[in-house]
């Protein structure tokens, strides 16, 4: 075993750990928001809308992820639309994303019981008040853990990207790979970044879930 | 460059015994690793507690394909021999399993009351017995809807053995969709393939889960 070569490589670590955390963020944020177009679909949408929904839901949640990079990679430039390999992993993990987000959100609205809605407009709140202040609230309380897992696996996941070049700390370790031939070494190196990483997360979404969620449960 | 026939279909039904291969292979050493760990986690010993609760952090707290290269290319290091790309799968997916597994059995096993320990101990039974008799069976019924949710996670997961070159159903997708030319065609077909593995286990995760619920 022999860590010093890696030294040289700093740069490419660092790198590749940047396009990481970009692509995690834009896919957690385009994700979320088509989690929450999704969820608002499912309880308001027509039925053939329902239907699309819950239907891109279990083809989304069903396939692997790097199939559905390939497919996107590679398949897109058919059809006319050629997106560069980041573009491309960024919009497929998008969409897994997003398929898990739209249950998450989902799951967060239907924790709240129908009363507690009907009481806030015997008090006279409109649609957006009652939303703003009492369904909001509690639903987020009641999803975060489930949404910051998810986001972790989403993190660990962006490694798929390396397949299609994208740039990602996966892919820099292979570049490193190839000059120095420390395979063994590179990618313990680049499971310890990850690790921290994902250790740097879990504190962060602890510290904000102990700031945002202070009120007592009275159940 | 040759056209998509029914030797790609053929080559896609030999590749998914892999898949299954590989699925089998991390549930028969995963299982056993995952009762362990959940065990230990929730051991009377703090040390034991500890070492289980870390394990689990660490196997969850690196990619899938990082426990993969880790263990196809540690191997070597760490023996000094070559291992079969099976063995070193194998073992990062018997991993893989153990860390999920042995969280979500965890879960399963601290949703039991502590009453029911005690009222085991009452009984005279050993810790043993309590776990066997008691405890077990409740935290099974418990933790079925996620483990089978796993499952579909781990169908899945076995994709990335493509990547260190072993040949399960995405490998053969993309040395047809190399040979053919026709990624659509081939990766449709294959993510259809999972596609049909996947679905029916997640429905049954989530029928397991409401009949859970309606019975509380």
């Excluded at chain 1, 860590?3 to 944020?29: H, K, P």
């Excluded at chain 1, 009363?115 to 703003?132: K, N």
């Excluded at chain 2, 898949?19 to 009377?44: D, I, K």
Aim: some cysteine; aromatic content about 14%.
């Amino acid at each position: 075993m022999n860590f010093q070569q890696l030294w040289r490589y700093q740069d490419q670590f660092v790198e590749g750990a940047l396009i990481t955390l970009a692509l995690t963020l834009i896919a957690a944020v385009v994700g979320l928001a088509i989690g929450v177009a999704g969820a608002a679909l499912l309880r308001g949408g027509a039925k053939p809308v329902r239907l699309a929904v819950r239907s891109y839901i279990e083809i989304f949640r069903n396939t692997p992820s790097l199939i559905q990079i390939f497919l996107i990679f590679f398949v897109l430039p058919a059809a006319g639309l050629k997106l560069p390999a980041f573009e491309a992993a960024a919009v497929a993990l998008s969409f897994y994303f997003g398929a898990y987000a739209i249950e998450i959100v989902r799951a967060g609205l239907d924790s709240i019981p129908k009363s507690q809605v009907e009481a806030g407009q015997c008090l006279g709140l409109t649609r957006w008040e009652v939303f703003r202040h009492i369904v909001l609230p509690p639903a987020l309380r009641n999803v975060y853990p489930a949404f910051t897992a998810q986001f972790v696996l989403l993190l660990l996941g962006t490694s798929l990207a390396s397949q299609v070049a994208a740039g990602e700390l996966f892919h820099a370790a292979s570049f490193i790979e190839s000059r120095t031939y420390r395979s063994f070494e590179v990618y313990a190196v680049v499971c310890a970044i990850y690790f921290a990483m994902v250790i740097a997360f879990k504190a962060l979404f602890a510290v904000i879930g102990l700031a945002a969620f202070r009120w007592p449960i009275r159940r | 460059m040759r056209s998509f026939g029914f030797i790609d279909l053929l080559s896609f039904v030999h590749a998914l015994q892999w898949t299954v291969v590989l699925v089998l292979v991390a549930l028969a050493f995963g299982g056993p690793l995952a009762l362990l760990l959940a065990t230990t986690r929730t051991s009377r010993f703090a040390p034991l507690r500890w070492l289980a609760a870390g394990l689990i952090q660490l196997i969850q707290g690196v990619p899938l394909l990082g426990l993969l290269f880790f263990f196809y290319f540690g191997m070597p290091v760490f023996l000094g021999i070559e291992v079969p790309a099976l063995v070193a799968v194998g073992m990062a997916y018997t991993l893989y399993t153990a860390g999920f597994l042995g969280d979500i059995w965890r879960g399963g096993i601290e949703a039991v009351k502590p009453a029911q320990w005690e009222a085991g101990a009452c009984l005279g039974l050993t810790t043993w017995q309590q776990f066997r008799h008691i405890i077990g069976p409740q935290a099974l019924r418990m933790s079925l809807p996620p483990t089978v949710g796993f499952l579909v996670q781990l169908i899945k997961g076995t994709s990335l053995a493509s990547i260190v070159g072993f040949v399960e159903l995405a490998r053969a997708g993309q040395v047809v969709s190399a040979a053919t030319f026709q990624p659509l065609l081939a990766y449709g077909i294959v993510a259809a393939i999972y596609f049909a593995l996947c679905l029916p286990l997640t429905l049954w995760s989530r029928t397991l889960e409401a009949r859970l619920n309606g019975a509380r």
